[in-house]
C-alpha cells in the first residue's frame, strides 16, 4: 500500500534531491569551503532525515491544499444552511463580480455601479474575498499583549489542526501517511489545540480570552476521556489502531444482508463519540472557549487579521476531520457499492458535518459546569457500557 | 483563580445597548456586580425644557427605540392631564391597538434578543421577521417604521385606515402559528431549560421592594398590571386580567420571564381583538389642544417593560417647566447585583438578557 | 381603604399638610423635611405602601422640592405623591434606601442630576454622568454652551 | 552607536495615533551605512526602508500594485466586516438588516463582536461625553484597514440632541467618517445602500497593498 508520504519520498529521492544537490555541491566548489553551508545541506538532503523532511513538507503542503478546498466548501455550506435554517438567503456573491478585476487591471474604472448581477450568483466567492482581506489585514499585536505566546499560541492551533489532516486517510489509495499507531496518533495530535488555545488566551492579556482558555483546558479534561473509552470500543473490536484495519473489520461481518457498521453494535458508543468530538471541535452546543454571548468572541477576541483567518480555518478543519474519524470508526469508512470509495467517503463525512451544522443552528450553548457534569457523570458511565458491549460483542462473533 | 473585576460593556454582545455591568468573578462564579449607566446620557429631561409641548413627542419616541409608541402615549397622557384634555372614544380605542400592538413587537424584540445571548442565533432572526411584520402593521397607520410619532396631544395623528383590522387579523395568527413553533423549539428543548431553569431567582417580595415592575414582577407571581389598576384609554371597557406565571413559591426564573413575555403576546393579541370589534366611530383628535399649560400632572402607564411614569409641571408658559421620566429598567438593573450573584459567568447574559434591558428610556 | 380616608389620616401627622385627592385612587401630600423620615415609616409600615415608583427633584428657583410617588402593589393601585420642601443651600434629607430598595437609584440620580444629597445614602456617587462632571446639570442655573452652528 | 532615549510627555502622547504597540522610547533613526550595529528591530526597519526605495525607484512598486490591487481590493470590498456595537435606535435597525427581510449578509456583511477582527466601524447614535474615549478606543483597535459609517443623524451632528449638555456633535469630531446615512432612524434599505458606497468609495481610493506606507 503506497501513501502520499510513500509517494513524496520517492519523488524527494528520485527527482527532487538528484536535481538540487549538483547545484549546492556547484555552489560550495565556487567559494571558500569553511564560510560556504550549501554542502552540508546537500549532505543533509541526500540523507535519510533530510529527504524524511522533504517529503513531509510536500505532503503537508497538499494536506493543506485539500484542507483549504475543503474549508472553502464546508464555511460555504455553514453559512448558506444556517441561512435557509434562518429564512435567509445567505452569501450570494457572484463570479459575475471577478470582472471587477478584469476591468481594474485594464486600468478602465466604468462608473461605479451597483450591478444587479453582483450578489445573484451562487455565493461562494465570499469565502475567498474574507480570506483576500484577511490577508490584508494589519496585523496588530495588542500592547500589553506576551509577544512571543501571543505569536505561538494561534500557529500551534493552526499547525496542529493541519496535521491532522495528514493522518487520516481518505481511502487506501488517497492517504498521507501510514502512522502505524493510526488513530491514536489523530487523537494525540487533536488534543494539541487546546494548549495553543491555552496560550493565546494567557498570552492577551484580556480577561475574556483568559476565561475562554481556561475553559477550553476545563473542557479538554471532561470529553477527552469518555472520548476515547468510547474509541477504545472500536479498537478492541478491530484488533487495531490503523484506520484501513478498522474499515476492514467493519465489512467483515453482515446481518441480513447489511454490513454491520460498528454503529450497529455500538450505537451507544457512536452516541458518545459523537457528543465528544462536537465538544472536541467546539461547536455549539459545547463551544464554550469562544461562547460570542458572555466571552466577546471567546479565546479569538484579540486575535485578528491573518491569524484569525487561519484559525477559523483551522476550526473548520478539526470539524472536518472529526467527521473523517466518525465516518472511518462508525460509518465504514470508505465502504460502499458502485461508486469510487473516496466519493463514499466524501459523501459520508459531509452528511455528518451537515448535522454538525445544523445542530450549530438549532440548539443553544451549554454552561461551563453543564458541560463537566454531562463530561464526567453521563458520558463517562456510558462509554464504559459500550466497552463492556464491545467485549461482549467480540466475545459472540 | 484570583478574584477579578471583568467589565462587560460598553461594547459587549451580551448588553443589548450601551451600558457596563463590573462583575467580580471567583474563577468562573459570581461574587459581586455593580452595573454602570451614562453612556447613552442624552439629557431628554433638560433639553425637553427648551422644548414646547407638542415637540417633546420626538424625544419621547426616542427614548425607548423597541416601544416607541408606549413611551409617547405616556407623554401625551400626562400632557393631556395637565391640560385638561379630554381625547374623543374613538382615539382612545386606536390608541388601544397600536399600544398592544407595539407591545407585541417589543416583545418580540425581546425574544430575537434573549436566544442570542443562550448562544441560539437563529432566534434572533425568527424574532426579527416577526417583529417585521408588526412594525408594518404599525406603519400602515403612522408611516413610520420605527419610531411613529402617531399618539398626540389630544388623539392620534391620523385614523385607522380601511381594511387594517383584517391585516392585523392576518399577522396575529401568523404570529399565532409562530409562536406554537417556537414552543416546540425552546419549551421543549432541553439545553434551553437546562440554561433558564432556576438561574436568576429572586422572590416576589425582594421584587417589589427592589422596585421591579412589569413582565418582570408578574412573572414572579404578582398579578399587577397598571393597565387594571390605575386604568386608562380604552381598557376599562376590554374584558382580561393580568396574566402571571411562576417559578413555584412566588419565585421568578428566566424561564418564567420567558414565559410571561410570551404568554404576554397571547394576552395583547386578544386585547387587540377585542378593541377592534369594539372600536366606536367618531373623531381621533380633541376639538382644540391649549398649548400652554399651569400646574402638575402625573400619569402611570404600563410600558412593555413595566411602569412607566411621566411626572410634568408647567408654569403657565408653552414649554413644561420641569419633566420627570420615571424608568422601569433603571430601578430592574439597579437591582441587578442582588439576583446576578452566585451564578456562572455564562449566565450573565442569560439573566440580563431576561430583563429586556432597554438602555435608552434607563439613561434619559 | 379610600384614598380620602388615608390621606386625611396622614395630614393629621405632625408636619404633615395640604392632604388633597387627585383623582381616583391618587392623593397629595405635603410633608416638612424634618418630619418626612418618621412620615415614611409610618406610611411604609402601617400603610402598606410597598413601592417606590419615583423621586423627582424639582427645581423651584428659590428653593428644591422632592417629589415622591408611592404606590401599593395590588389591583386598586392606590397611589400618593408626597410634596417636600428644601431649602436653596442645604439640599439635603435622609435617605429612604433602607424602607425601599429601589429608591437607591433615584437618589443617586436626583443627586447626580440636581444636587440633592441624601443622608445615610450606602453609595451616593453620580449614576448617568461620569464621575469629573462639573455642576449639576438639571438645575436652572446651570449653563452650559450648545453647540449651534452659525447659518 | 549612542542609543537615545527620548522620553515624551505622556500627557501630550495620550490618545495621540494608533498605540498599537508599547514602544515607550523612541529611538533615533539608524547611520546610514553601518548595518552591522544595528539592532534586530533597526535592522528591520532599515530592510524594510532599503526595500521600500529600492522598489519605488525601479519602479517595481507600481507594476506589482498595478497587478495585485485589484484582486486585494475585491477581496476587501466584498467583505466589510462590521462590529456588533448598537447605540440607538438605528442599532435595531442594523439588526433588521440583517433579519431575513433585508439579509445583509448576502452582501457578506458579518457582524463580529471584537474590534480586532472588524473593518467597519458602525455608530447608530449619538456619542456622549461619557461613550467618546470609550468609541475612540474601539477605533483605534481596530486593525488597518478600516471605515466608519455614520449611521442617522445623531452620529452625523448630533440629530434631535443638539442642544443636550452631553452629546457630541457627530461622530467625525474626533474619528474619521467614510459614510453618511441619513436618516432618522436608518431604514435597512439604507443602511445596504450606505454598504454599497462604502465598496464605492474603497473601489476608487483604497491604494494597493504592497509595500504601503
Redesign the interface.
Known sequence: MTSLYDWSYWFCEAWLVPLLTPLLYFQEHIMPPFSNPAGDLARWMESDPGLNVLAWTIVVNVALMIGFTNVIIVVYLE?KI??R?????????SFH??K??????A?S?PE?G?KTTT?AGI?I??N??????F??????????ADRLLYTIGPVIFISSSILLLVLVPFSPRVAASSAPLGLLVVMAAFSIAPIGVLTTGWACNN??TL?GG??SAAQLMAYEIPLLLSMAGVFLVAGSFSPMDIVAQQQEVWLFGIPMWNIIPQFLGFIVFMVCILAEVER??F??PE???????GW??????LR?GLTFAAEYIRGFVGAMIATVLFLGGWAGPFLPGEIWFLIKVYGILVFFIILR??????????ILLLGWKRLLPLSLVNLAIAILYVEVF | MAEMWIHMGPQHPMTHGLWNLRIKVDGETITDAEPELGYLHRSVEKIGERRKYFMNTTLTDRLCYASAMTWTHCYCLTAEELMGVEVPPRAKYIRTVVLELQRIASHLMWLASYLPDLGLITGFLYGMRDREMFLNLLEIPSGGRLLYNYVKIGGVKRDLPPGFDAKAERVMQTLERRLKEYEDLYDNSKIFRMRTDDVGCYSASDAINWGITGPNLRSAGVPFDLRQADSYDAYPELDFTPVTTSAGNGRSDCFSRYRQRIDEMYQSMDLVRQALVKMPEGKVMAGSVPVRARGEAFRRTEDSRGEALMYLIGDGTDRPYRWKIRSPMFTTVSAAPHFLKGYKVADVPAIMGSIDMCIGETDK | METGQFVQQLAKRDGASDGSVLRANVGRITVTRAASQAFFRVLKEDFGFDHCSLISAVDNQTGFELVYHFSIIDMEGQMLEVHVELPRDTPTIDSITHLWGGADWHEREAYDLMGIYFIGHPDLKRVLLPDGFAGHPLRKDYVYEIHEEEW | MSRQQVHGNPRLRKGLGSRTSDSATVMEDPPSGDWLTLRSDQFLKWVDEAVYNVAEKTGIRDVVNRVTRPIFNWGLRYSPWPLHFGIMCCALEMGAAGGPDHDTERMGVVYRSSPRQCDVLIVNGPVCEKLRPKLKTLYEQMADPKWVIAMGECAIGGGPYWDSYSVVAGADTFIPVDVYIPGCPVRPEALMHGFLTLQKKIREQEPGYFLRR
Open positions: 453559512r444556517a441561512a435554517i434562518m429564512d435567509r438567503r445567505g452569501p450570494m456573491l463580480s471577478l471587477e478585476i478584469a476591468n481594474d487591471l486600468g474604472i461605479y451597483w450578489y455565493g466567492l465570499q475567498v474575498a474574507d480570506g483576500i482581506k490577508f490584508c489585514k494589519e496585523m496588530i499585536v495588542p500592547a500589553k480577561k475574556y476565561i481556561m475553559r455549539i452546543p463551544d464554550l461562547a460570542e454571548a458572555e466571552l466577546v468572541e479569538t477576541t484579540e486575535i485578528g487579521g484569525l443552528w438549532t440548539v443553544p450553548r451549554i454552561r461551563t459546569d453543564q
